[in-house]
Structure formats: C-alpha cells, structure tokens
C-alpha cells in the first residue's frame, strides 16, 4: 500500500494543456483521445492521506485501461433516451461484479446500486447514460454503431466516470461508516428520467446528492466548480401558427403562415430586448420549423418548437404567459391565429455551497489547486439533475475535456472528449464521497 509521503499523482496533460483553464471558455478543434492514462509529468503532487489510507491508488491505475475500453464499448452502441436496455444491462453487470446490490428497471430503464451497511447515512452520485440523435462524425475507430445516434454531450463519460467509482468502492464495503448510491439514470436529454427514477423511489432516504457532467471549456485534468445557480431553468416551446391557406400566385387572397411564423421567431427576439430587463437573461431558440404542403400553396399551417431558458425563477415563472400575449399579438397583427404550449423541463441546478467545498477540497487534494477552476457564471444549459435535488442538498462539478486541440462544443457531430478525463472523474466522485461519510471505518 502507498503512502502518504511516497505516494504521487500526476494531473493529467496538464503540460500540455498550461493556460487553457485560466480562459474559462474554449473553442477549438476535436481533441486526441489517449489509449493509455497520461504520461509521467516531472511535477507530482503528494496524494492526501485519506486517499492512501483506503489503498485506492494501485487499483485506480489497474482499472484505468479496462474504463476506457467501457467506455469505447459504449460509445459504439448509444441508446436513445428511454431506450438504455443495452446500457443498463452491461452497467448492471459491471455494478454485480464489483459487489454492489443492484436493481434494474428503477424509472423504466435507469439502474441503482447501493454498497455498505443496511442503515446509516446514505450519500449518493448520479450519472446519466442516453444518447442524442445526431449523425456522428468524429471519424474515431470506435465511431458509433447506429445510425443518426451519437453520444454527443459526454454520457458515455458520466457513465464510465460512475462505473470507476463503482469498482474503486466495491472492496471497501466493509470500511464504509454509512451506505453510498450510484444512480445510472435513463432519459436526461428529454429531461424526463430523473423524474422517472425519483417516483420510483431513487432519492429516498438520501441525504446528500453529487453529480458530473463534462465541460469542453475547461482542460482536461481539471474539474470546474460554482457555488449556487450552475444551470438556467428550462422550459419546451411549441407554437401552431394559424393561417389561411390560397394560390401563391395571389398571397392577397390567403394569410400566409410561413410569413407570420417568421415574424413570431424575429419578433420574439426583438420582444426579448425590448421589453425584458437585460440584467435577467433570456435565451429562446427554435429547433424545429415545419410547414407547408406545396411549392405553390400558400401554408395555412406552421408548427415552431423552441426552448426557453433562464436563471431567474421568478422571471421564468412569467415567461410562459408572457410569450403567449406576445406570440397572439404578433399573429393577430398580420391576420393569423395561434395555439401556444409550454412546458417546463427542469429547474435549475442550485449547488450547496458546503457540499460544493467538499469536492473542491478533494479536487484540490488529488489534483493541486491550479487544477480547481471557480466559474464566474451559470450557464443556460439544463440538467435534470435539478429535479432529483428537490429537497435534498447537493452539488454537480463540471470535468475538464479538452485535450492539447482543444474540444468541440456539447452536442457537435465532433464531440470527442479526451480520455484522461476518466481518470480525474473517478478519483474526484470517490474521494468527495468518501469524505461525506467521514471516511474509512
């Protein structure tokens, strides 16, 4: 077993990477993905005493190759959200080898795993494991499988990041002063599967709740970190637009709904800086426009669907019946009618400042301090991790992604997160759940 005063870790990349955290925002090209964990650097740091004292470093190192060909795994065969039979049975498999009490089909297909006594203080970490409907171009050799499917926004990190922790933990189990749950949940790019897996009983008697989710703006070998809002609240846009259909030759005699529903998109935006105060951001854009039957008929018929996103809950508590009376206003006003429907997807992320220490210091402890960035500001992304916090403190921390190129953005069609990052996902997870229950008995 390693010591405290022998014992070393070394940040992964981080001489490759010098600066890019200190930027905060990155845009750059797809990063190299390592095969093997990072390279001996010539600054180590002294791991912390706790983290040697549970002997996780020799298997942290063991289990590094076997995560990473995990995660390639899944990155071939991404499931849609809803649809994580194949995930979740491989996830479930892993959980029961490594010694963990396993339950499958918790919110339809998410899967939960508890290690420990039968009582005690219950601490739990939640990942997520669906993918997005995109084409996928990274030209990798383990490129997705399926067609039009993608892990494009890191879940096949998170759920390889929860694996990892996992097979750390599993030999610990009868140290741990209190239980710890790992939630693999299903449907969080629908923001529906948190609520799946909360009704269905994931988040009781937990008393603390920590997550992850990948960052392209910060540097491989770093992990983020904000202490109250992290994400906007969220909400789905739909719009039926109303005309009256006729001849394009004679657009007189219709009212033509691709041109209203024109005005609603730009009219919207300019609504937005005009009559909403700009100290309370508000971002609405739209996905989806459809329409239309003919090149020669005027459309009597445009459906709009959009998302609406904002930090400010009292604000977004307005929005829904604001953009209605403006969305109306707009359509009479050029002859049109219109049907809106709104629905709120998720809350925003409220991280617990206490809970939020808690991984800074461990991040701090196994990675150095120049490894911690604080981020200045929210972000408009959702995350239905929101929705599994109600009532219970926790925290999410945002790991570093991009490698010496760079990383494209969340969602891109070139979305390659360099590797190393598993390595620093896992140790962080481990070591802040270890010091919520005080440690090793």
Known sequence: MATADTATLLPSRQAQTHGLNQ???????TSPLMALPPPPLSQAITLPA???????????????PELIQLRRHIHRHPELSGQEQRTAALVAGELRRWGWRVREGVGRTGVLAELGPSQGP??????????LPIEERTG???ASREQGLMHACGHD???VVGLGTAALLGPLAPRLRGRVRLLFQPAEETAEGAAWMRAAGAMDGVEALFGVHVFPSLAVGSIGLRSGSLTAAAGELEIEVLGESGHGARPHQSTDAIWIAARVVSGLQEAISRRLDPLHPVVVSFGRIEGGK???VIADHVRLLGTVRCLDLELHARLP???????????????????????CIAPPVHNDPELTNLVAEAAADLLGHSQVVWLEQPSLGAEDF????????????????AGAAGCTPLHSNSFSPDEGCLEVGVRVLSLSLLRWLGGLA
């Not at 930027?23 to 090209?29: L, P, V």
């Not at 019946?321 to 629905?343: P, Q, S």
């Not at 929101?386 to 992604?401: I, P, Y």
């Open 23 to 29: 930027r905060h925002r990155f845009h750059g090209k």
């Open 50 to 64: 706790d983290w040697c004292a549970a002997g996780l470093e020799a298997p942290q190192r063991q289990h590094l």
């Open 122 to 131: 219950l601490v739990a970490a939640r990942v997520d494991m669906d993918a």
């Open 140 to 142: 990798l050799d383990y």
């Open 157 to 159: 990190v998170h759920t």
């Open 294 to 296: 003919a090149f020669n």
């Open 321 to 343: 019946g604001w953009i209605e009376d403006t969305v109306h206003a707009l359509c009479r006003g050029h002859g049109g009618e219109a049907r809106v429907r709104y629905r």
């Open 386 to 401: 929101a929705t599994l916090q109600h009532g219970v403190r926790g925290t999410m921390f945002r790991l570093g992604v």
